[in-house]
Structure formats: structure tokens, C-alpha cells
């Protein structure tokens, strides 16, 4: 879609941009220019992802990709049509890569980006519900040197943390199909493999995560316990990497808004999970 509709100012720099948001246009933490390759295909997917040499060639990469006709439609739709408590405000409508310590010992796996959260914002969780819980507990846990995520030029900064998610497009209903995810796949199959000499550990935040990164792990050559370890929250599985160093996978119930306001989900559940990382 070619960005439409008038310029407005993001909410922390002031600085004009259309909604989607062209890439190098100066949005924050945009890594890719009008000249990082896209991928269109799976196949595109699998081979830009593989000869990714960096995390930030990789990002960059995922920023502009293309590969998923539903999911391409939905974010750039949403972000034109937008909430109308944000009607003022650009949309990024791209997808949205991981994000967070370049050298993390821990990488957290959530599922998607919200629509009118990280697909507003461009940063993972940043702009939602789902994200104030997450960062309030990274910063509590001393991950985050702040406790609120509101833009990607909020000043916010991780140590020791990464986040990522399986699907780096907003899916309608935050519901991507099979082929969604395994179209995806290969952008967090390299992703682990760039992080994996300094990883210790992997919380998956919610089911999908959690197999989307035993799958990885599978494709990744990882030894992974037989029979495959079950989601809980809570749960712990051992994964080895071929050249014996181990880390550990930990399950977290998602910090959905489904989960947090019912109760399912507390803050000292939340802080529990992430003191194991
Ligand atoms: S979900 Fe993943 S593979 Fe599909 S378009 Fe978005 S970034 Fe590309």
C-alpha cells in the first residue's frame, strides 16, 4: 500500500510521517531503508532471513517484509483506519521486529504484535495494556531502566533482555493461521541462531510461543525432550544445543488483557517467572 492521508507527528520526536510508515523515513528504530531487500515469498523469507549476517540486517529485513498477503492487508488497514483515540497519531503498520539488548542472556517469545499497539508504535509491546504489565515487571525485575513504554522514542532500554514474537505482523483477532506462523518462522529461526552464543534462557510468554520456539528449536538441530514438554506456567524444559551447552525454556502465561484482568495472571506470577531467567 502506498501511505496516504496526511502527515502527522509522532508522539515523541513531533516529526511528521505518513501512516503506514515508509521505510528510512526517521521513525525511531527503523533499521531498513527504501533499499533493504523484501521478501514477498516464503521462500523469500527463508533466504533473506539465512544470509541475515546481524541482528540489525536481520530487523531490518523483517521490517519491510511482505510475505503474508492477509496479514500485509490487516496492518496497513488498521493503520489507516486506526482507533480514534489515536486518530492523531501515525500509524507504523509494518511489521514489528524484536527488540531490546543486542547481547541478551534471556529472550522473551510472545506471540504477535497488538494492532493498535506495536502496530502503532513500531516497538515490541510498547503502546498496549499487554506491554504496561510486561515492562512495569522487566523493570521490577531490573531488565528495564524504566517502567513505562509508551513510544519508540520513550527512552526505554533493556539489559539482558530481548523480546521477540514468532509472528511479527498484527493478525486479525491476534489469531495468525498455520501458514502465517510457519511463513514467519524463519526470521526467529535465525534470530536464535545470531542470540544463541550468549542465551541462557527463553520465556515463552503463552502456548503459541511456546511450541513456535520448540519448533525452532527442532529445525535448529537443538535436542529437545522427548515426549515434547507441555506448555504451563511455570514450566521448565531443558533444550541442548549441538555443541552441548544447554538452556532453559520457561512458560509464562501470556500478559494478555484476557489474562491479567481476570486474575490468571498476577503480578507476583509475573515476577516469580522472570526472577528464573
Ligand atoms: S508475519 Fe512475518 S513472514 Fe508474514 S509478512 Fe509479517 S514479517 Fe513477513
Known amino acids: 500500500m502506498t501511505p496516504h492521508g496526511p502527515s502527522l507527528p509522532h508522539p515523541g520526536t513531533g516529526e511528521p510521517f505518513l501512516s503506514p510508515v515508509p521505510p528510512g523515513a ?6 531498513a531503508t527504501q533499499r533493504t531487500p523484501r521478501a514477498s515469498t516464503a521462500d523469500e523469507v527463508q533466504s533473506l532471513a539465512a544470509s541475515s549476517r546481524t541482528l540489525d540486517q536481520l530487523d531490518a529485513r523483517v521490517q519491510v517484509c511482505r510475505a503474508c498477503p492477509r496479514l500485509v492487508t490487516w496492518r496497513e488497514q488498521v493503520a489507516t483506519t486506526k482507533r ?24 522473551i517469545v510472545g506471540l504477535a504484535p497488538a494492532a493498535n499497539g506495536a502496530n502503532r508504535t513500531g516497538r515490541i ?9 510486561l515492562f512495569a515487571a522487566l523493570h521490577r525485575a531490573g531488565y528495564a531502566n524504566q517502567p513505562t513504554s509508551v513510544h519508540a522514542a520513550d527512552g526505554l ?15 486479525p483477532d491476534n489469531a495468525p493461521t498455520t501458514l502465517e506462523k510457519a511463513t514467519c518462522a524463519p526470521w526467529l529461526d535465525r534470530e536464535l541462531t545470531i542470540l544463541e552464543p550468549g542465551l541462557r534462557s527463553i ?25 515434547a514438554p ?3 506456567h511455570g514450566a521448565a524444559a531443558v533444550l541442548t544445543m549441538p555443541s552441548g551447552r544447554s538452556i532453559q525454556l520457561l512458560g509464562c502465561y501470556h500478559v494478555s488483557q484476557q489474562n491479567t484482568f481476570t486474575g490468571r495472571l498476577t503480578e507476583q506470577m509475573l515476577d516469580d517467572v522472570l526472577g528464573r531467567l
Open 203 to 227: 520465556l515463552a510468554l503463552g502456548g503459541i510461543g511456546w511450541q513456535q520456539v520448540l519448533g525452532a528449536a527442532r529445525r535448529l538441530g537443538w535436542q529437545v525432550p522427548r515426549p
Open 157 to 171: 532500554a533493556l539489559t539482558g533482555v530481548r523480546i521477540t514474537a514468532p509472528v511479527h505482523c498484527a493478525p
Open 230 to 232: 507441555k506448555f504451563g
Open 26 to 31: 526517521g521513525w525511531p528504530a527503523d533499521l
Open 84 to 107: 480514534a483515540s489515536f486518530a492523531e497519531q501515525p500509524y507504523w503498520g509494518r511489521p514489528v521486529p524484536g527488540w531490546g539488548d543486542p547481547h541478551p542472556h534471556s529472550l
Open 125 to 133: 509491546f510498547t503502546g498496549d495494556r499487554s506491554g504496561d504489565w
